[in-house]
């Protein structure tokens, strides 16, 4: 781990008109970090995510990313090509083939030429193993070969930090573990993870760190078996022991 | 001169026989201006449309806000003008108004653009439609990665949505076949107003317009007949192709889009 944390939340805050998700936010994520998200749904994570990559417009609160303001100090899309994000609902551009869904973002974003660009694309295509599909569209894919090309097309933009939103709540059981094996991948090859997960599994394995939400703060935050093993809030023990009896 | 036909049929024949170009050119001129206004209209609606849907936040500056403001008023005001008035009263106006301001435009000129006009006012309306019906996941997920307002509108966004009403698109042009027929007001020579000089010859109004009307049902099932082509067209391949395989990576299988049988 570096000294310098990559991402930087401090005091975030969203209301939605009165209903306020996000009190008082803080939290870094330094390079390399593989952090889980859990706690119940209404907690506010899914809403966290979007507003580090600022889908939604926080209320308050500054998220610096390598020590720069993310709203002020960088440009929007050098930006979000640096956070990439994986939607819960996969989101594939569903007028292009699953190629041209991670080759245009690296074309009209970063200024790629097309052979640079697709190349990449194919590696990225290799390594979720979706790149026998290229010319595939979106809807002609299952569940979780839809969320495999799009954790391609987040990694064909070379993002420094990629931000996963639920990914796998929307899968059937048999197609879950073919993405969680993508991220167990990723999260050893070194890339910086925020993961907002039901699958506790994954964040006790996988990740190296785990934060629990409650009622939009950080009710708890540390190192997996600490969280799982030794909960030391009892809304943090109530809620894993819902979950895990399931 | 030989005797005029006595029958029914007959009298169909003897006047196809005798106005078969005079119906043609019609055919030509109706065409002509059915096309080139659904083609405009449909630029005008794509554009207006775009220009409504610019997204605005109210934390923007006034100097972004208040000209969108303005500017979405105003195209408010076309559609509702547009779309609230009958177009052969439009023709009329425009073309004896622009005459009478000195501006003597030619026939079909003032055709193109009466039906491009009105076509515009409820294309606006389609193509909004088919922008706020493509899922918003799409802009969200073009938007994380980096693609501007604009670059996911054109790459992302209206690409699906022009592919979703293009059913609607093609309404537009069936009804601009058959509702340039107003435009005889301002003596357009299309197929309806060449019908009625037909008929006024011998008084044959039933022959003749039978011939109109079937002449009419011809191009629209022939335009509708081509639209769904294009929209087939549209929606790409139907299988695709898996590449490599275990033993060989050069292999390739076809993969049909739903059932059938797998081709190689």
Avoid at chain 1, 1 to 16: E, G, N, R
Avoid at chain 1, 153 to 166: N, T
Avoid at chain 1, 214 to 223: K, L, R, Y
């Amino acid at each position: 781990m570096t000294d310098a944390p990559i991402l930087s939340v401090s005091h975030l805050k969203k209301s939605f008109g009165e209903h306020e998700v996000l009190r008082d936010i803080s939290f870094d994520v330094s390079q390399g970090d593989v952090v889980s998200i859990i706690g119940a749904s209404g907690s506010g994570k899914s809403t966290l995510l979007r507003c580090i990559n600022f889908l939604e417009q926080p209320t308050a609160g500054t998220i610096l990313f390598q020590g720069k303001n993310a709203e002020t100090q960088w440009s929007r899309a050098q930006y979000h090509a640096r956070v990439g994000m994986v939607f819960q609902s996969f989101n594939l551009f569903g007028n292009m083939s699953v190629l041209k869904n991670c080759v245009v973002g690296q074309m009209k974003v970063l200024g790629r030429a097309r052979r640079e660009a697709e190349e990449k694309a194919l590696m990225y295509l290799e390594k979720v193993g979706m790149a026998p599909y290229r010319d595939a569209r979106p809807a002609q894919l299952s569940g979780g070969q839809q969320q495999r090309v799009a954790i391609a097309r987040a990694l064909a933009m070379d993002p420094e930090v990629l931000l996963f939103d639920e990914p796998t709540s929307a899968l059937d059981p048999e197609m879950v573990g073919e993405v969680l094996g993508v991220m167990r991948d990723l999260a050893a090859s070194g890339l910086t993870m925020l993961v907002v997960t039901h699958e506790m599994a994954f964040a006790r394995d996988v990740s190296r760190r785990v934060i629990f939400m409650d009622a939009g703060v950080i009710a708890e935050d540390g190192a997996p078996q600490d969280i799982f093993v030794h909960p030391r809030q009892a809304r943090t023990r109530e809620f894993l022991s819902r979950i895990l009896q399931k | 001169m030989s005797s005029l036909p006595t029958t029914f049929f007959g009298w169909v024949g003897f006047i196809l026989d005798k106005y078969g170009t005079l119906f043609l050119s019609g055919v030509g001129v109706t065409l002509l201006v059915a096309i080139t206004g659904t083609v405009i209209g449909f630029v005008i609606g794509l554009l207006v449309a775009i220009l409504r849907t610019i997204p605005v936040a109210p934390r923007d500056p006034w100097y972004r806000r208040m000209p969108l403001r303005v500017l979405s008023a105003l195209l408010n005001v076309y559609i509702e003008v547009f779309r609230g008035t009958p177009m052969i009263v439009q023709a009329m106006v425009i073309y004896y108004g622009s005459m009478q301001m000195g501006l003597r435009m030619p026939v079909l000129v003032a055709a193109v653009l009466i039906v491009s006009v009105n076509t515009g006012a409820y294309m606006a309306e389609i193509v909004r439609g088919g922008i706020i019906s493509v899922d918003k996941g799409q802009k969200e997920a073009a938007c994380a990665i980096g693609m501007t307002h604009w670059q996911s509108m054109v790459h992302v966004v209206l690409p699906q949505a022009v592919r979703n009403i293009m059913p609607s698109i093609g309404n537009e042009f069936v009804v601009n076949i058959k509702d340039s027929s107003v435009l005889n007001v301002i003596s357009v020579n299309e197929l309806f107003f060449m019908s009625k000089s037909a008929a006024g010859t011998y008084l044959r109004y039933f022959e003749v317009f039978f011939i109109t009307a079937c002449i009419y049902l011809a191009l629209t099932f022939t335009v509708t007949r081509l639209l769904r082509l294009l929209e087939r067209k549209m929606d790409g391949k139907t299988n695709y192709i898996i590449y490599g395989s275990q033993s060989d990576s050069k292999a390739s299988i076809v993969v049909p889009k739903e059932g059938g049988v797998p081709n190689d």
